[in-house]
């Protein structure tokens, strides 16, 4: 199914709907594809191996996300 951005912002209940009986809408903007609504599986999707990726994954000062973020951090904590 293809919706225009219009039809998003104004009937984003029917599309849903759609999405709930399994079809997936593709959405348009300025008469090119833009982004699509698919069905929710269940999954969180969120990658819980703490794996880097992208820029990440070769940068040799960081070793875990969760550590650098944290050290990043620090002294952030305003009371």
Avoid: H
């Amino acid at each position: 199914m293809k919706a225009t951005a219009k039809e998003l912002r104004f009937n984003s209940k029917g599309l849903l709907e759609a999405v709930d009986r399994g079809e997936e809408v593709v959405i348009t903007f300025r008469g090119k594809p833009c982004a699509k609504i698919i069905p929710y599986d269940g999954e969180d999707g969120q990658n819980t191996t703490n794996e880097l990726f992208g820029i990440w994954k070769d940068n040799d000062r960081v070793q875990n996300v969760d550590d650098y973020v944290r050290g990043l951090r620090i002294g952030r904590n305003i009371r």
